[in-house]
């Protein structure tokens, strides 16, 4: 997957037409589209400071695509930009990471085959699509049941850094921006 620069990445964001607010973040989802791997990337964008690639997904992992937890299908987040969408928060009730306050847009994948696609209805809602980390001491390399529709860092150290960068950022509500790799 190629790496991004500030540079680019601004360039994309504005190109896209959307916004390019002092603190944000951004994933990028791989063309490769790996089955079940962390092959996405995700940065943080701080003023002049930019940090990453971190490596994540902005997949669901094999699990979920082939068990349903939703009847309309698996979320696979649609790649826009979500202004104020996050806020720190407590991840299914269990450790601090960044939980949806706001509506997205996600695709319902429903043919239960491995492969997380951009197909099927469009849905728009709160569904718990949280910034998440997968292993709490350890970098996953499966996805697996880590995502059912999350963005996902599957490094403790980065997933931290990002925690650490959002509350010194005096912020309460985050902007994410999923962006396709280009």
């Not at 979920?64 to 969408?85: F, R, S």
């Not at 728009?124 to 880590?146: C, M, Q, Y």
Request: net charge positive; glycine share 8%; with cysteine.
């Amino acid at each position: 997957m190629k790496i991004y620069s500030y540079t680019e990445l601004e360039t994309e964001l504005k190109r896209l037409g959307y916004q390019w607010p002092s603190f944000h973040l951004i994933g990028v989802r791989s063309k490769a589209n790996v089955n079940n791997k962390f092959d996405d990337h995700f940065y943080i964008i701080q003023g002049p400071m930019f940090y990453g690639p971190f490596t994540c997904t902005t997949n669901p992992g094999r699990h979920w695509l082939l068990t349903l937890m939703n009847p309309k299908g698996t979320a696979v987040l649609k790649p826009g930009q979500y202004v104020d969408t996050w806020k720190l928060g407590l991840h299914r009730g269990q450790y601090e990471a960044l939980v949806q306050r706001k509506p997205i847009t996600v695709y319902r994948d429903t043919d239960k085959d491995e492969t997380a696609e951009e197909q099927g209805i469009e849905d728009t809602g709160l569904f718990g699509v949280n910034i998440h980390r997968a292993n709490p001491s350890a970098i996953s390399t499966f996805i697996e049941k880590w995502s059912a529709g999350c963005q996902v860092l599957n490094n403790p150290q980065d997933f931290a850094k990002l925690i650490k960068l959002c509350k010194e950022s005096g912020l309460k509500d985050f902007t994410y921006t999923l962006l396709r790799e280009f």
